[in-house]
């Protein structure tokens, strides 16, 4: 098999907007997958989902100061951009193209300093307000970004709706593909675009685990040995409470009891078990629709999310 060719590495905008419109000229459709770079099989299996629906792939490789408060791990997430090139080059067909940009909230503007930096309490909000970047325009899910993750970090998906919409609206994509393992984002995303009428299908991929059932993800680095046998927990539990609602236990407080019982026990700290409609997310308090049961736990200083749908 011919080897795959690196993809271009294009860290412009406009330059990228301008490599989006000549490929369509030429009657190409363009996939977009979004990563914060640090790949790993999941990423890759995003790249594998893009080929089957458009000619050309971009991968976008940015770690995204909106979505994170300054008290939050955006300085120590996880970077290897080398890596990611070979990764995404063993990938049959690979990427057409990498849009690395360094700074999406940069506009030239020196010296600025946002009255927006902090909210009406004096509280910065975020990590992109915090630095003072004079961005004050952000794309918000009211609803859907509330619960789950929203709760314990709310500035999270307003910075995850900004940034895609920044990415949409740059690289002009006819495809975006999402891992299905951040639920409440691909939901999110996927309620945005509906709303604000972005020309994009957006395609979610399922969860990839590894040989043990952990979901990947590039936080997992970061787990000792013994944590990530702990944090098995999740999948081992999420996994019970499937068979036992398929089995008819539809009550979803003595299965989110179950769930958050066995995370205790392996030494895990649970922010939240949620049972909620797969459209709405909407908390349900029995099984009567499709349902995805979502956790998110603390195992170290680790926080993994993982989800399951239960489609009775």
């Not at 990423?43 to 939050?72: C, D, M, W």
């Not at 509906?194 to 040989?211: N, P, Q």
């Not at 702990?230 to 539990?237: D, F």
Request: glycine share 8%.
């Amino acid at each position: 098999m011919a080897a795959v060719k690196a993809p271009e590495i294009i860290i412009d905008k406009a330059q990228m907007r301008q490599w989006s419109r000549s490929m369509r000229a030429q009657g190409k459709s363009i996939g977009l997958v979004p990563t914060m770079g640090y790949l790993h099989e999941g990423h890759l299996s995003l790249i594998r989902e893009a080929h089957k629906h458009t000619h050309l792939i971009v991968v976008s490789v940015y770690v995204n100061p909106g979505q994170f408060s300054p008290s939050e791990d955006l300085s120590t997430y996880p970077s290897d951009f080398d890596g990611d090139i070979k990764k995404m080059m063993s990938v049959p067909g690979g990427a057409d193209v990498v849009f690395h940009p360094h700074n999406l909230y940069d506009y030239g503007e020196s010296g600025v300093e946002s009255e927006m930096k902090r909210d009406k309490d004096g509280v910065i909000v975020s990590c992109v307000e915090d630095r003072g970047m004079g961005h004050e325009t952000w794309v918000r899910v009211d609803r859907l970004e509330k619960g789950m993750c929203g709760k314990s970090r709310p500035v999270f998906f307003r910075g995850v709706a900004t940034v895609v919409s920044k990415l949409f609206n740059i690289v002009e994509p006819d495809v975006a593909v999402f891992g299905k393992k951040d639920y409440q984002q691909w939901r999110i995303i996927r309620r945005m675009v509906r709303d604000l009428d972005f020309a994009v299908t957006v395609i979610g991929s399922e969860i990839v685990r590894g040989d043990d059932g952990l979901a990947m993800s590039s936080r997992n680095v970061h787990l000792s040995p013994n944590e990530r046998e702990k944090a098995l927990s999740i999948s081992k539990s999420l996994s019970k409470a499937k068979y036992a609602a398929e089995k008819g236990q539809v009550n979803c407080t003595e299965l989110r009891n179950a769930v958050i019982q066995a995370i205790h026990e392996a030494g895990g700290r649970v922010d939240y078990a949620e049972i909620v409609d797969q459209e709405s997310l909407e908390a349900v308090e029995e099984i009567k629709v499709p349902v995805v049961f979502c956790i998110a736990a603390w195992f170290g200083k680790v926080r993994l999310i993982d989800n399951m749908e239960i489609n009775l």
